[in-house]
């Protein structure tokens, strides 16, 4: 079973930034695509980002700017960048990994992002 295992939430004041960091437990180029989601208490889980084996990303509108999403295939590392943090920032956010076969999830890292 792949694990994928995220580290580098925390708690953050309105400005500031943190770094995301997700390691799965098989090759990275197993997966097509991988990325973040993110889940705000009483909301839906929703995409933030997302990087293709290609490099190709894509953003959420409400990140762009803001968050950048990279995949480091020697360190075998994705990574989220995230500066200038919003209060609205604050959820679990969940790392994914698609491959041609299955759909994986991390457990999950809190930001909470404070005003």
């Known amino acids: 079973q792949v694990q994928l295992v995220e580290s580098g939430g925390g708690l953050v004041q309105a400005g500031g930034s943190l770094r995301l960091s997700c390691v799965p437990s098989?090759?990275?180029?197993?997966?097509?695509?991988m990325g973040w989601y993110r889940q705000a208490p009483g909301k839906e889980r929703e995409l933030v980002a997302t990087?293709?084996?290609?490099?190709?990303?894509n953003y959420a509108d409400s990140v762009k700017g803001r968050f950048t999403i990279s995949r480091d295939n020697a360190k075998k590392t994705m990574v989220l960048q995230m500066t200038s943090l919003k209060p609205e920032d604050t959820a679990v956010y969940y790392c994914?990994?698609?491959?041609?076969?299955?759909?994986?999830w991390g457990q999950g890292t809190q930001v909470t992002v404070s005003p």
């Open positions: 994914n990994g698609r491959t041609i076969y299955d759909n994986y």
């Open positions: 990087v293709a084996s290609s490099g190709g990303t």
């Open positions: 098989e090759s990275i180029f197993i997966f097509n695509a």
